[in-house]
Protein backbone atom coordinates (compact mmCIF):
# COMPACT_ATOMS: atom_id res chain seq x y z
CA UNK A 1 0.00 0.00 0.00
CA UNK A 2 2.85 2.38 1.33
CA UNK A 3 4.67 1.71 -2.61
CA UNK A 4 1.34 2.57 -4.44
CA UNK A 5 0.54 6.04 -2.45
CA UNK A 6 4.37 6.91 -2.82
CA UNK A 7 4.06 5.90 -6.70
CA UNK A 8 0.73 8.03 -7.14
CA UNK A 9 2.08 10.68 -5.49
CA UNK A 10 5.22 10.49 -8.00
CA UNK A 11 3.41 10.42 -10.93
CA UNK A 12 1.25 13.69 -9.47
CA UNK A 13 4.67 15.60 -9.00
CA UNK A 14 5.96 14.70 -12.21
CA UNK A 15 2.65 15.61 -13.72
CA UNK A 16 2.56 18.97 -12.22
CA UNK A 17 6.19 19.77 -13.32
CA UNK A 18 5.59 18.93 -17.18
CA UNK A 19 1.94 20.01 -17.05
CA UNK A 20 2.56 23.53 -18.56
CA UNK A 21 4.07 21.50 -21.70
CA UNK A 22 1.33 19.09 -22.39
CA UNK A 23 -2.04 19.62 -23.93
CA UNK A 24 -3.49 21.45 -26.82
CA UNK A 25 -1.05 23.02 -29.67
CA UNK A 26 -2.94 26.15 -28.89
CA UNK A 27 -1.82 25.84 -24.83
CA UNK A 28 1.36 25.17 -25.72
CA UNK A 29 1.63 27.75 -28.07
CA UNK A 30 0.20 30.36 -25.56
CA UNK A 31 3.15 29.31 -23.32
CA UNK A 32 5.97 29.17 -25.43
CA UNK A 33 5.16 32.78 -26.60
CA UNK A 34 4.62 34.01 -22.38
CA UNK A 35 8.45 32.20 -21.97
CA UNK A 36 9.59 34.40 -25.21
CA UNK A 37 8.63 37.34 -24.80
CA UNK A 38 10.06 37.14 -20.98
CA UNK A 39 13.18 36.69 -22.74
CA UNK A 40 13.04 39.86 -24.57
CA UNK A 41 12.36 41.79 -21.47
CA UNK A 42 16.35 42.21 -21.43
CA UNK A 43 16.30 43.96 -24.61
CA UNK A 44 17.55 47.57 -24.11
CA UNK A 45 16.94 48.53 -28.06
CA UNK A 46 13.66 47.08 -28.27
CA UNK A 47 11.88 48.89 -25.28
CA UNK A 48 12.93 52.29 -26.56
CA UNK A 49 10.00 54.51 -27.39
CA UNK A 50 10.57 56.01 -30.75
CA UNK A 51 11.34 53.61 -33.93
CA UNK A 52 14.55 55.18 -34.82
CA UNK A 53 15.63 54.97 -30.77
CA UNK A 54 15.30 51.49 -31.84
CA UNK A 55 18.06 50.87 -34.09
CA UNK A 56 21.25 49.21 -33.11
CA UNK A 57 22.50 46.07 -32.43
CA UNK A 58 23.06 44.30 -28.95
CA UNK A 59 23.41 41.04 -27.43
CA UNK A 60 21.73 39.59 -24.08
CA UNK A 61 23.30 36.70 -22.16
CA UNK A 62 20.38 33.78 -21.16
CA UNK A 63 20.11 33.05 -17.30
CA UNK A 64 21.60 29.51 -18.22
CA UNK A 65 22.91 29.74 -21.07
CA UNK A 66 22.98 31.02 -24.81
CA UNK A 67 22.37 34.57 -26.23
CA UNK A 68 20.01 36.37 -27.92
CA UNK A 69 20.83 38.71 -30.11
CA UNK A 70 18.56 41.95 -31.70
CA UNK A 71 19.54 43.79 -34.73
CA UNK A 72 17.70 46.71 -36.36
CA UNK A 73 18.58 48.13 -39.88
CA UNK A 74 17.17 50.60 -41.95
CA UNK A 75 16.47 49.34 -45.52
CA UNK A 76 14.78 51.46 -47.84
CA UNK A 77 11.59 52.67 -46.35
CA UNK A 78 11.31 50.47 -43.80
CA UNK A 79 13.47 48.08 -41.49
CA UNK A 80 14.58 44.65 -40.51
CA UNK A 81 14.74 43.40 -37.11
CA UNK A 82 16.46 40.19 -36.47
CA UNK A 83 15.84 38.29 -33.32
CA UNK A 84 18.64 35.44 -33.16
CA UNK A 85 18.29 33.19 -30.61
CA UNK A 86 21.37 30.37 -30.09
CA UNK A 87 21.23 27.59 -26.95
CA UNK A 88 18.96 30.49 -25.06
CA UNK A 89 17.97 29.44 -22.02
CA UNK A 90 16.74 31.40 -18.75
CA UNK A 91 14.96 28.81 -17.37
CA UNK A 92 15.49 24.81 -17.48
CA UNK A 93 13.87 22.94 -20.33
CA UNK A 94 13.12 25.79 -22.78
CA UNK A 95 15.98 26.52 -24.85
CA UNK A 96 15.71 28.48 -27.69
CA UNK A 97 17.30 28.36 -31.16
CA UNK A 98 16.96 30.01 -34.20
CA UNK A 99 15.93 33.64 -35.78
CA UNK A 100 13.03 35.85 -36.70
CA UNK A 101 12.71 38.24 -39.20
CA UNK A 102 10.75 41.01 -39.20
CA UNK A 103 10.43 43.01 -42.93
CA UNK A 104 8.45 46.40 -42.28
CA UNK A 105 7.87 50.16 -43.61
CA UNK A 106 7.71 52.75 -41.91
CA UNK A 107 4.07 52.07 -40.61
CA UNK A 108 5.41 49.17 -39.11
CA UNK A 109 3.71 47.11 -41.65
CA UNK A 110 5.33 44.27 -43.26
CA UNK A 111 5.52 40.27 -42.39
CA UNK A 112 7.88 37.73 -40.35
CA UNK A 113 9.61 35.02 -40.87
CA UNK A 114 12.06 32.43 -39.46
CA UNK A 115 11.46 29.35 -37.08
CA UNK A 116 12.42 28.88 -33.43
CA UNK A 117 13.27 25.41 -32.33
CA UNK A 118 12.23 24.40 -28.76
CA UNK A 119 14.95 22.02 -27.24
CA UNK A 120 14.03 20.62 -23.29
CA UNK A 121 10.60 19.45 -21.98
CA UNK A 122 8.26 19.45 -25.26
CA UNK A 123 10.78 19.48 -28.05
CA UNK A 124 9.10 21.82 -30.94
CA UNK A 125 9.68 24.20 -33.50
CA UNK A 126 7.46 27.62 -34.59
CA UNK A 127 7.74 29.13 -37.90
CA UNK A 128 6.41 32.49 -37.90
CA UNK A 129 7.03 32.55 -42.25
CA UNK A 130 3.03 32.88 -42.76
CA UNK A 131 2.48 36.14 -40.44
CA UNK A 132 1.57 39.30 -41.48
CA UNK A 133 2.33 42.54 -38.80
CA UNK A 134 0.26 45.63 -39.09
CA UNK A 135 1.04 48.59 -36.71
CA UNK A 136 3.95 46.65 -35.36
CA UNK A 137 2.14 43.57 -33.93
CA UNK A 138 1.10 40.25 -36.17
CA UNK A 139 -2.65 41.12 -37.26
CA UNK A 140 -2.97 38.23 -40.02
CA UNK A 141 -2.33 34.94 -40.49
CA UNK A 142 -0.78 31.73 -38.56
CA UNK A 143 2.07 30.15 -37.06
CA UNK A 144 2.96 26.64 -38.16
CA UNK A 145 3.99 24.56 -34.91
CA UNK A 146 5.92 21.41 -34.76
CA UNK A 147 5.81 19.26 -31.80
CA UNK A 148 7.56 15.88 -30.89
CA UNK A 149 5.37 13.39 -32.04
CA UNK A 150 2.41 15.47 -33.10
CA UNK A 151 1.17 16.26 -36.60
CA UNK A 152 2.11 20.13 -37.60
CA UNK A 153 -0.42 22.58 -35.90
CA UNK A 154 -1.67 25.84 -37.88
CA UNK A 155 -1.69 28.11 -34.80
CA UNK A 156 -4.02 31.61 -35.80
CA UNK A 157 -2.41 34.59 -35.02
CA UNK A 158 -4.02 35.80 -32.00
CA UNK A 159 -2.60 32.99 -29.87
CA UNK A 160 0.19 35.57 -29.82
CA UNK A 161 -1.82 38.32 -29.17
CA UNK A 162 -3.13 36.73 -25.71
CA UNK A 163 0.14 36.04 -24.94
CA UNK A 164 0.68 39.72 -24.02
CA UNK A 165 -2.05 40.48 -22.42
Not at 43 to 71: P, W
Not at 82 to 88: G, I
Amino acid sequence: MKKLVCLIFAILVVGAVFAETWGSAEDYTLNYFKKLNKTQEKLTYMHKKSSLAKVGTETINGNISGTLFYDVKIKGMGAVVTLRYTNYCDEDGWVFDGEIITHSNMAQNGNFSGTIKVTGVSPSEVCYDNVVMKKGRPAEGFYLLKRSGSPSAKIDYTVYLKSTE
